[in-house]
Structure formats: structure tokens, C-alpha cells
T-cell receptor, first 109, second 114 residues
Framework: KQEVTQIPAALSVPEGENLVLNCSFTDSAIYNLQWFRQDPGKGLTSLLLIQSSQREQTSGRLNASLDKSSGRSTLYIAASQPGDSATYLCAVGNDRLAFGKGNQVVVIP | EAQVTQNPRYLITVTGKKLTVTCSQNMNHEYMSWYRQDPGLGLRQIYYSMNVEVTDKGDVPEGYKVSRKEKRNFPLILESPSPNQTSLYFC?????????????FGPGTRLTVT
């Protein structure tokens, strides 16, 4: 069974700092990986999708890398803003998906 | 507007009273799935569907049923709800499976079983 771990579980950073969020998974034979954002009491919003053949994906201030051999993905958020405060989740799988428990981020103005 | 809708958004019910949570998407997506989210346990997949009449179990299917008679709808059925099914439920859809395409999530249904 695929296990997905996200470290750290929670972090606070001052505005302007870069954020580094980690996601590790036990079964490296993954298909693809997605990063999501969840605001309190809301549904998830897809941020970045990395195909298993890709090493990284970028969208604006967000960059996600994927290292299948080590079972890791990292989400970088450059120059954090208070609006980046949210929980970030990663998911891996094929048709059956496994999610990490999330990185809860607070960006302090 | 492309969206996944769930109804009801909030539901308080009693043990054993059958209920259905509806999920509908307007994007002609083939893949749909249901999740529950609990503090400390994260988001766990209940059931998923690759297409009409094709459903399969996720990690926590016990106590739940689903059906996919139409492409746009994927209802979640609790035949005899119990307090341990109190949770926040999400429906999601994507063009097809395999995390190949972006997953779209509904707004969630908060269920309380007393």
C-alpha cells in the first residue's frame, strides 16, 4: 500500500521567504504526482501536476520537482505572500490515489 | 463554469438512517472519486469510477456504496450510517484516471452522525 508523508506538518515563515515543502512516498513505481492547495473548510485546488517521466514542473512562483528513485517530491514557493497561507497536499497513484496529510503553512506579514 | 457540485453541504443525521450525498460534474469527465477527510488521518479515497458502470474500491470503502449510471453523477450512499462516518466528504473528477489530468474537487459535505 502506498504511504505518503509530508514534512514538516506545519510551518510559519515571514513574508518574502521562500517555502520548501516535502512529500515522500513508499512505492516509487508511481504514475504521476499532483500538488494541491486547501484553504480552511474548502475543497482542494490543483497547483501542479508532474508526469512520472518529468523531473519538474513550474507555474509562476511555484516549482515542483520529482525524484522517483528516492521517492520524493518538493514544492518550492518563491517569495511567499500572506495569501499563500493554506495547507498543501501531495497525491500520488494511478487510478487509486494516496494523499499526504499536508503541510500547513502560515505566512506572517 | 466548470465545476463539481455536492449536495447537501451540511448534514446532521442519526445512526442507521440511510442517506445519499450527490456529486455532479459538468466537464464530461470520465474519472470520479469520493474521499473523506478526518483530522490526523488526512484525505482517504473511498471509491472511484473510471467511467459509467465502472467503480472500484479505494482505501476505506466499508460502510459506503456508490453507483455510476450517468457520466456526470456519482452519488455516495450510506445505507446505515454510524458515528464513525462523521467526516468531511469530497467528490472529485478528472478527464480520466491515473492522475494524468488535473483533479477538480467539490466544495465538500460535512456529515455528522449522532
Amino acid at each position: 500500500k502506498q504511504e505518503v508523508t509530508q514534512i514538516p506538518a506545519a510551518l510559519s515563515v515571514p513574508e518574502g521567504e521562500n517555502l520548501v515543502l516535502n512529500c515522500s512516498f513508499t512505492d516509487s513505481a508511481i504514475y504521476n504526482l499532483q500538488w494541491f492547495r486547501q484553504d480552511p473548510g474548502k475543497g482542494l485546488t490543483s497547483l501542479l501536476l508532474i508526469q512520472s517521466s518529468q523531473r519538474e514542473q513550474t507555474s509562476g512562483r511555484l516549482n515542483a520537482s520529482l525524484d522517483k528513485s528516492s521517492g520524493r517530491s518538493t514544492l518550492y514557493i518563491a517569495a511567499s505572500q500572506p495569501g499563500d497561507s493554506a495547507t498543501y497536499l501531495c497525491a500520488v497513484g494511478n487510478d487509486r490515489l494516496a494523499f499526504g496529510k499536508g503541510n500547513q503553512v502560515v505566512v506572517i506579514p | 463554469e466548470a465545476q463539481v457540485t455536492q449536495n447537501p453541504r451540511y448534514l446532521i443525521t442519526v445512526t442507521g438512517k440511510k442517506l445519499t450525498v450527490t456529486c455532479s460534474q459538468n466537464m464530461n469527465h470520465e474519472y470520479m472519486s469520493w474521499y473523506r477527510q478526518d483530522p490526523g488521518l488526512g484525505l482517504r479515497q473511498i471509491y472511484y469510477s473510471m467511467n459509467v458502470e465502472v467503480t472500484d474500491k479505494g482505501d476505506v470503502p466499508e460502510g459506503y456504496k456508490v453507483s455510476r449510471k450517468e457520466k456526470r453523477n456519482f452519488p455516495l450512499i450510506l445505507e446505515s450510517p454510524s458515528p464513525n462516518q462523521t467526516s468531511l466528504y469530497f467528490c472529485a473528477s478528472s478527464l480520466n484516471g491515473g492522475l494524468t489530468y488535473e483533479q477538480y474537487f467539490g466544495p465538500g459535505t460535512r456529515l455528522t452522525v449522532t
